[in-house]
């Protein structure tokens, strides 16, 4: 099945078979998510990722619906398009019951539905008989529960585990429990409406009676628990019955996922594919926000990566920041007061580093990984930056601005103490824990960063991308110094953003590659490999205008651009590898940072040939939903991307790459001092003759717009208006 999951100590999760079924269907509520077949089971096969998961642990890892002991024929299953609740319809196979008559194939209606709802999974089983006779049968749920850290999930081996312990039916419940090393009770409690005819440690049979036309309906919700023992919850008499607990839980469902669609600018379009896109794209975004006490936060990806991580809610909430400026604020506030507030080498913290990564398993807990909170990234600090001007330019909130200006000043001082330790002028990193990412840049993997010849670069590595994400940060940063009165710095980091940019041209620029270098050594040697990374540099700005036109030719010439997308690196290097995670493959959320950036400079042709890549890439996959990244594969006719087998989907990133693909081509900005919406040159791709924008806000102004594609440009029209705003295209 898996092995350990530490290559060249590097974590990375180990393949050894495929998925057990590529059309799983997932569920997630906050800290809690499922994964199931497409029946609405979880299958102990293939990969073994499915389950119930709570706080990076498995609650449950085998359910199995059966009817007379043999497991029903397929007829459809899908997620509803908010991703609220997984819906499963099944008919019986010819069945034998002992005692009574056959039951011919398809005489019985088999529908499921679950929902997932704090830290709980609620199901219910409704079974129709569409036969002339009478029908006695037994439905059977069958259940277990390993209770694996997600990192055992995963592949990593321990040298030893807590106890399991043996099932308990106590009054009508499933009880299914094990104590951890961490001194952590977890539990999983199962409960049922009907009462089981017959309940046993892994097992419960209802004996349905049915008569012709008639219907049987059961319930049964799975609460994940965990704690000191004597904290968790015993059953009391008036519980609420499960058919009323799970109706609850549906209303408070559906009721969540509208108050997050109302907070947001509504998109349609006249292509009811790309529709699709938007729609899907929005309930995953839905599905994986999360709500903490600071407000709400994008955990990065289902299965591996269900957790807050700092990067990826801060590119996923710049990629949302124009229809849902609160996601930016919520990702902001979070990972201020997550800030490193001093040294600790086995967490890669420093004093002002913004969080890498946050986790709540045992394993995490006992620090058996580095991970449950890990400061090993370079980039989310100048990233946290440039997202705080980000979110002013798109809100003018001044007030929270000031309330994290702390936070940002210390960020900044990370970036020029820690980040550049050498006093070279550029933000390097080197892992200090033996246990942390050896690569600490968006392309964490072990053998992403070497030189043209496939050796590997020493420590400390400074990243093409990163100078780029500083330069961005301090001219942000200038900026709110500025408008908080906070003269002299403002000049001072506008200075340091001159001076960056112009080293960086200097020693970036690879003219044997015809682009930037995707990093430094820890010789200052340039690795002259021709990445995807050298695109950030134009979403940045810190590109000169010859070498942003270089760089975006580049990045769509036939070794980098695949039919679906950019790849990550040049099919010319020694180390392509299409099914590479990052040596080769094309990620969404890459492609969409290189399109904004191209558009930046006024390539915007260029960017809708990156928006139509990624466009049919979403015909293909399973629900119009873009996965975290797929094989960098040739595009072939009449076949769909090669997906990449333990890939996230959803992926927070990637589902918010079709609106920034949308902002960037409509040249899309706001300017709340004088409450404008600003078009820069704005144009469409050819799938797309008129989209409309509703709800979009600025200063409390609401506005209504349609927009219409012509041969060179786009008509925008104004539709409602409410409050106080100017449209403005800019010619």
């Excluded at 594969?633 to 927070?652: D, H, I, M, N």
């Amino acid at each position: 099945m898996t092995n350990k999951i530490q290559l060249n100590e590097q974590w990375y999760i180990l393949a050894t078979s495929s998925p057990a079924d590529e059309r799983r269907r997932v569920l997630k509520h906050n800290d809690t998510f499922g994964l199931f077949d497409r029946f609405g089971d979880i299958q102990p096969i293939g990969m073994g990722e499915e389950g119930i998961y709570h706080g990076d642990t498995r609650f449950l890892s085998h359910q199995e619906l059966l009817i007379e002991g043999v497991r029903p024929m397929f007829l459809n299953s899908s997620v509803k398009d908010d991703s609220s609740l997984l819906i499963v319809e099944l008919m019986n196979p010819d069945l034998h019951p002992e005692g009574n008559g056959p039951i011919g194939k398809g005489l019985l209606h088999i529908f499921r539905a679950k929902l997932l709802w704090n830290g709980a999974c609620y199901e219910h089983v409704r079974v129709v008989n569409f036969g002339l006779d009478a029908v006695r049968a037994t439905l059977s749920m069958e259940f277990g529960a390993d209770f694996t850290d997600i990192f055992q999930v995963r592949g990593y081996q321990r040298s030893g585990n807590g106890t399991l312990l043996q099932p308990q039916e106590v009054n009508g419940e499933l009880l299914l429990g094990y104590h951890g090393l961490d001194k952590v009770m977890r539990q999983t409690r199962i409960r049922f409406e009907p009462q089981p005819g017959r309940l046993s440690a892994n097992r419960a049979d209802f004996r349905l009676q049915l008569p012709p036309k008639g219907e049987v309906h059961v319930y049964a919700t799975i609460y994940c628990e965990q704690g000191p023992q004597e904290t968790l919850p015993a059953r009391q008499d008036g519980t609420m019955p499960e058919s009323d607990a799970y109706l609850e839980a549906y209303n408070c469902a559906s009721e969540s996922v509208g108050a997050f669609r109302t907070s947001r600018c509504g998109i349609v379009t006249s292509n009811e594919l790309v529709n699709q896109w938007i729609d899907r794209s929005a309930s995953d975004l839905d599905m994986l926000t999360s709500t903490m006490p600071e407000g709400t936060y994008p955990y990065a990806g289902v299965p591996w990566y269900s957790t807050t991580f700092g990067r990826d809610g801060i590119l996923t909430a710049r990629q949302c920041l124009w229809i849902d400026p609160k996601m930016a604020k919520g990702v902001l506030a979070f990972l201020a007061s997550t800030q490193a507030d001093e040294t600790d080498p086995e967490r890669d913290a420093e004093p002002g580093k913004i969080l890498h990564e946050a986790r709540n398993g045992e394993l995490a807990a006992l620090d058996e990984v580095p991970f449950r909170r890990y400061y090993g990234t370079v980039d989310a600090t100048p990233l946290f930056v440039g997202l705080a001007g980000a979110y002013y330019e798109r809100t003018g909130d001044l007030e929270f601005i000031r309330s994290i200006w702390p936070n940002v000043l210390r960020a900044l001082e990370w970036i020029d103490r820690y980040g550049d330790a050498d006093g070279d002028g550029f933000v390097e990193y080197a892992r200090k824990s033996e246990k942390g990412l050896q690569q600490q840049g968006w392309k964490d993997s072990h053998d992403s960063i070497f030189h043209g010849d496939g050796s590997f670069a020493p420590a400390p590595i400074a990243l093409c991308e990163v100078q780029g994400y500083v330069y961005e940060a301090k001219l942000r940063a200038a900026k709110l110094a500025e408008i908080l009165g906070e003269t002299e710095l403002a000049l001072s980091l506008r200075d340091a953003a001159r001076v960056l940019k112009q080293r960086f041209n200097e020693a970036f620029w690879c003219e044997e590659l015809g682009m930037y270098a995707i990093a430094l050594d820890g010789d200052k040697r340039q690795c002259a490999v021709a990445s995807s990374n050298a695109g950030h540099a134009l979403w940045s700005g810190i590109a000169t205008r010859e070498y942003a036109s270089r760089v975006a030719a580049r990045l769509l010439d036939e070794n980098f651009f695949c039919g679906w997308g950019i790849r990550t690196i040049s099919s010319e290097e020694v180390r392509y590898n299409p099914m590479a995670y990052h040596n080769g493959s094309v990620w969404p959320h890459d492609n969409t940072l290189i399109a904004e950036g191209m558009a930046r400079y006024g390539m915007t042709d260029k960017a809708l040939k990156v928006f139509s890549g990624l466009f049919d890439a979403s015909l293909y996959v399973d629900q119009h939903r873009l996965p975290e990244l797929f094989c960098g594969f040739e595009k072939r006719p009449g076949e769909g991307p090669t997906l990449y087998p333990v890939a996230c989907s959803p992926q927070a990133w990637a589902a918010g790459s079709v609106f920034y693909l949308l902002q960037a081509c409509l040249g899309l900005s706001f300017d709340p001092e004088n409450t404008e919406i600003r078009f820069r040159h704005p144009r469409l791709p050819q799938f797309l003759e008129v989209v409309e924008i509703n709800g979009l806000v600025l200063n409390g102004a609401t506005v209504d717009l349609r927009l219409q594609r012509y041969p060179n440009n786009v008509g925008i029209n104004v539709v409602r208006k409410e409050g106080h705003a100017e449209v403005v295209v800019v010619a």
